[in-house]
């Protein structure tokens, strides 16, 4: 042509960007794997990640950290690109490792974004966690003492010590710090599905570790500012104290015979009617004489008003004989009363 003249010697620079054969599988090196690794991701797993992802020739297209968030994904499920699903798959909480992906098994021949058609692509990824979603709790316990009779249940008040953090070491929270126990009444929906399942059947004095999936703790959302979406959580728990409920429905009970009159008991003045402030005054005072026990670590007066409004049938703030009854007296009625 009119560039090229006949007969010419022709020189060429050239630079190597990448090369792949169209029979190249992925490509991975381990960067690190934990000394400790009880369980490999596989076909179906969450995974948090972080990633650098750049071409062969080291050009940058994106980074997890620049947005200082992690890339969360099920794998081997085509979600991610095939190189991707491929890589992420065997690796271990914790693990870097860099998995190198022919175009194929990447954005092909269009490319998509930063990224130019038919480029081979680096990822260095480091797995922060993974669960599956048909995860339970797990529960490992670290001591537990010789007398180890009376077990934790639903509807007794705990009071424990904990260490939060995520998989990877993370600190969340601690109340050692704070210097003050958590206390909570076991099953009333007061702390994470997870975390009521990891407080069942502990003794007083006893340390656990509590691992607990996203979806049994703060799910894909989180708590802004505090617990990243979609993370697992260990509680390393030690329980120091533990007052026993009552038998679930109740909120309050007698430790002894009831009263034949009770009604006329807690009528002070005897004219047929018992308002709010009779009905607290009595049951303070069966509390205080040791008479009766009321469902530890609610609010008092909250527990008291709650008993008196569903004994208060028509809702006029008084409770006549007629409408006053004892739970086993109560035609299947589910209430909290006496």
Not at 156 to 162: A, E, P, S, T
Request: charge should be negative.
């Amino acid at each position: 042509g009119k560039e090229i003249p006949g007969q010419a010697s022709l020189v060429f620079d050239v630079v190597l960007l990448d090369l792949h054969n169209p029979k190249d599988g992925i490509t991975i090196e381990n960067q690190h794997v934990p000394e400790s690794c009880e369980r490999r991701s596989q076909t179906g797993d969450f995974l948090r990640y972080h990633y650098n992802g750049t071409l062969l020739d080291g050009t940058l297209f994106d980074s997890s950290y620049s947005r200082n968030r992690t890339y969360d994904t099920y794998v081997g499920k085509g979600y991610v690109i095939a190189g991707m699903d491929e890589g992420l798959l065997g690796v271990c909480t914790g693990e870097k490792r860099r998995i190198i992906i022919p175009p194929h098994l990447g954005y092909g021949e269009e490319g998509r974004g930063k990224i130019p058609g038919s480029a081979v692509l680096v990822f260095d990824i480091h797995v922060v966690d993974f669960h599956n979603p048909s995860d339970s709790v797990s529960i490992t316990v670290n001591y537990k003492p010789s007398n180890c009779t009376v077990l934790s249940k639903k509807g007794d008040y705990l009071k424990y010590h904990y260490n939060a953090s995520l998989l990877d070491g993370t600190l969340l929270d601690s109340t050692h710090s704070l210097g003050k126990t958590y206390n909570i009444v076991l099953g009333s929906g007061q702390v994470v599905v997870g975390m009521d399942m990891g407080l069942q059947d502990m003794c007083v004095g006893e340390r656990r570790t509590v691992v607990i999936p996203p979806h049994l703790g703060y799910g894909e959302d989180g708590v802004e500012g505090e617990v990243p979406g979609s993370a697992v959580l260990v509680f390393d728990i030690e329980l120091l104290e533990l007052v026993s409920g009552l038998p679930e429905g109740y909120m309050f009970v007698w430790n002894g015979e009831v009263s034949p009159n009770l009604f006329e008991e807690i009528d002070q003045n005897h004219d047929g009617e018992v308002l709010l402030e009779e009905f607290s005054e009595y049951i303070q005072a069966q509390v205080d004489s040791g008479k009766g026990k009321l469902a530890p670590g609610f609010d008092f007066e909250k527990i008291v008003k709650n008993m008196f409004t569903n004994q208060d049938r028509d809702g006029n703030g008084k409770v006549t004989a007629e409408e006053f009854k004892l739970k086993d007296q109560e035609a299947k009625e589910e209430h909290d009363e006496l």
